[in-house]
């Protein structure tokens, strides 16, 4: 049975995840007993029930024709008709239930793709599309993981090409779904040459991004955490990708190109998902509070950590699990001491911002009413400013000058570049990463 698979274990463990935090399913559940509107709960009932379905897909996927049926009603309960299309879909489920690891498998590839792209804005039945692709395509990928990786990208450019998009952040939702296939295709390739540090960096990745989505489906505010800027896990995804992806190229003999490729493809994914990001993240930041703050840091400092201890325990390294706690391990030999980072970071933020999300400076007065004759004779000192001595306040004068000067040179020169387009700055850091994984590889 499939429960035996550690990789499937993880992706049921995921749709748990996702079936008790998703927001349609709680109304559901909040319905039995609660007045809520009937075409809400009706939704709800039908992402609580596309979930479970899907849950088993995974659960029985060695049995082909099971898994097509369920994987049908599931995305038919998912997307309400709107998602899965009988008239094409059920030939390509039929022709996976014939022929699971060849046509068949590159069919149902379609319908997943075509099914989460169809999905928009709603991300639990794209992340649900997601997983069925990933669990059942997981025994194809080991079989010909170079076909899968090219076939899953020969796919999602179909997919694109054919679908009517109202704007280009549609097209680059669709990072999301081709960069974990991707991932697994670089973990069978490194399985298969017998690179054990590359399926571990790999693995690695691909289960990080995964939880990252799951919980920008749970939180929204959440999805800030895939953004590729150091030190966040979007970008520990694409660092650790790309050196698994450049120990295939320089370890392995007749895969140099192909590496390269492979980390190129995974650079600019990154790079396409921070464009939805950016845009998502203008409206949910000014809305955080500090509370959200908090929970944001620590998933940003633990979850690399967690998953990275999850990827050893699967690839049979689980003695070594401490040094997860200290630093993180790249597909070429490559560490990133970045929870010592975070170890650092963490007390600086706490000391910086803790006065940033009060109501005022008579916040703590107010709410103990007022009435401490104590506080109410030590409120001027409170307020006043702290001493400064003349040579540092001198010191501090000259360092604002020279930052300023800094920016208004730094404001010319860049009114000189086009970073007014977005397409300029995509495809200018796109062919810089080029440059850069170029010049690793060599």
């Known amino acids: 049975m499939s429960f035996h698979d550690p990789f499937m274990v993880c992706l049921l463990v995921f749709m748990a995840v996702l079936l008790c935090g998703e927001r349609h399913v709680r109304i559901f559940v909040s319905g039995l007993w609660r007045s809520v509107p009937l075409a809400l709960w009706r939704r709800g009932g039908c992402h609580m029930a596309g979930m479970v379905v899907a849950m088993l897909a995974l659960a029985v996927s060695h049995h082909v024709g099971a898994a097509a049926c369920l994987v049908a009603v599931s995305l038919t309960l998912m997307g309400g008709g709107t998602v899965f299309q009988p008239v094409w879909g059920i030939p390509a489920l039929v022709g996976y239930g014939l022929l699971p690891d060849g046509a068949g498998g590159v069919g149902l590839m379609a319908v997943c793709l075509w099914a989460a792209g169809r999905a928009g804005s709603d991300g639990a039945a794209r992340l649900v599309a997601l997983f069925l692709l990933l669990g059942l395509g997981h025994g194809l990928a080991a079989l010909h993981p170079l076909g899968w990786v090219l076939a899953a990208v020969g796919l999602a450019g179909v997919c694109l090409l054919a679908g009517a998009w109202p704007d280009r952040l549609s097209l680059y939702r669709h990072c999301r779904l081709v960069r974990p296939v991707l991932l697994l295709g670089i973990v069978e390739i490194s399985r298969q040459q017998g690179m054990d540090l590359g399926v571990e960096g790999a693995l690695f990745a691909l289960l990080l991004d995964l939880v990252c989505q799951s919980l920008a489906v749970i939180w929204h505010r959440a999805a800030l955490l895939l953004l590729p800027a150091p030190p966040l896990p979007g970008f520990v995804v694409g660092w650790v990708g790309l050196h698994a992806a450049l120990g295939l190229s320089s370890s392995t003999e007749g895969w140099t190109v192909v590496g390269c490729l492979l980390g190129v493809a995974i650079m600019g994914l990154a790079c396409g998902d921070g464009m939805v990001l950016l845009g998502e993240g203008a409206a949910v930041l000014p ?138 700055v995509f495809w200018l850091v796109f062919l810089g990463g080029v440059l850069v994984v170029m010049g690793l590889a060599q």
């Open 287 to 424: 809305e955080e509070r500090r509370r959200s703050w908090i929970w944001g840091l620590f998933l940003a400092m633990g979850l690399p950590s967690a998953c990275g201890m999850v990827a050893g325990w699967m690839t049979g390294h689980g003695a070594g699990w401490a040094a997860w706690l200290y630093g993180l391990s790249g597909g070429d030999g490559s560490l990133m001491a970045l929870p010592l980072f975070w170890a650092g970071l963490l007390p600086l933020w706490f000391c910086l911002s803790r006065g940033r999300w009060r109501d005022g400076p008579d916040a703590g007065l107010q709410r103990d009413g007022g009435s401490s004759p104590m506080l109410g004779s030590l409120q001027p000192y409170m307020q006043a400013q702290p001493v400064r001595p003349r040579g540092l306040r001198r010191w501090l004068m000259r360092g604002q000058r020279q930052v300023r000067s800094v920016r208004l040179s730094a404001r010319e020169i860049l009114s000189l570049l086009p970073v007014q387009e977005p397409e300029a």
